[in-house]
């Protein structure tokens, strides 16, 4: 499996959220804290936290990009208390998108976003098989509204071990939703899962860099392979980051870049800081280069 890691941007609350999320989900812990500086946001707090098997990155990088239901994350609670129990924690200080009721996919289910602005959806899975307790979703809207299957489809074709799962359409009778629309779709790459969404109402919102995905690659090749084949907006283009035609903005970063980072010796770490930030696309060499001095 690829280690492949939801990215979360925030302004100066990554250290209080990450410490709220793993005391609100079981089986969570922060793995790692670090701090980088000299960087066009000053000093950035980047964190490393897994929850309940899902790991995340979380920055503190300033006030330049806000959470949007576009990007979510998709809870299977094996109980309906579990269900009630995440809503009354994550809601407080948020809001409800879809209010915690009985609906025809589930009988628990809500939507909401938390204090922070990040959106959760909680669902009782009841018998279904649960292959994941946290799903990254996306939500194609606007423009890209009814683009979600091509999307499947589309990442599949570039990431191995990668494939279509289950597919439910919105059918008849639910507009402004075409009939032929996903209202949920299942799809995994190199062995992670995610889900997909249409939605054909006037949100106002689409993806942005507040939710990136972040794909470790162990070679320069690896890099090329998919930078070549996600990135579709040049000027998106900066330090490991691209945005694909969807909007989706992805981060393609080497594996050895944590080791590198998180070296005791600021002087390297500040020599590989410097280094990566004059790239668009990673160099690994030319990193290896700066990291050894």
């Given amino acids: 499996m690829r280690r492949m890691v939801p990215h979360l941007w925030y302004d100066k609350e990554a250290g209080e959220a990450a410490d709220f999320y793993t005391k609100t989900f079981k089986n969570s812990s922060i793995k790692s804290r670090t701090t980088i500086d000299n960087t066009p946001s000053g000093s950035v ?77 909680l669902m009782y899975s009841g018998a279904r098989k649960v292959r994941r307790k946290i799903t990254p979703t996306l939500m194609f809207t606007g423009e890209n509204c009814g683009k979600a299957e091509e999307a ?15 597919i439910t359409r919105y059918g008849p009778g639910l507009e402004p939703d075409a009939a032929d629309g996903i209202s949920h779709g299942e799809f995994t790459l190199d062995g992670n899962d995610y889900s ?21 690659c162990d070679t320069q090749e690896e890099i090329d392979h998919f930078w070549d084949r996600l990135s579709a907006v040049p ?11 969807y909007g989706l903005s992805w981060q393609i970063v080497p594996t050895i870049m944590n080791e590198m ?10 020599r590989v800081t410097e280094a990566f930030l004059k790239m668009k696309k990673f160099d690994i060499a030319e990193l290896k280069k700066a990291y050894e001095g």
């Fill in 45 to 121: 707090e980047i964190l490393t936290i897994e929850l309940e098997g899902q790991e995340f990155m979380m920055i503190s990088a300033g006030p330049y990009f806000k959470f949007t239901p576009a990007a979510s994350f998709l809870v299977a609670c094996e109980t309906k208390e579990e269900v009630e129990r995440l809503w009354g924690k994550l809601s407080e200080g948020g809001k409800a998108l879809m209010e915690l009721a009985a609906y025809p996919f589930s009988e628990k289910y809500g939507w909401l976003e938390d204090k922070y602005g990040l959106s959760w959806q």
């Fill in 235 to 245: 000027e998106a283009e900066q330090c490991g980051w691209l945005k694909d035609r």
């Fill in 261 to 270: 980072m998180g070296d005791k010796d600021p002087a390297k770490s500040a």
């Fill in 152 to 166: 499947m489809q589309f990442y599949t074709s570039i990431f191995s071990d990668s494939k279509v799962g289950e």
């Fill in 196 to 216: 997909v969404m249409d939605s054909a109402y006037e949100h106002g919102f689409t993806f942005n860099e507040a939710v990136s995905l972040m794909v470790y």
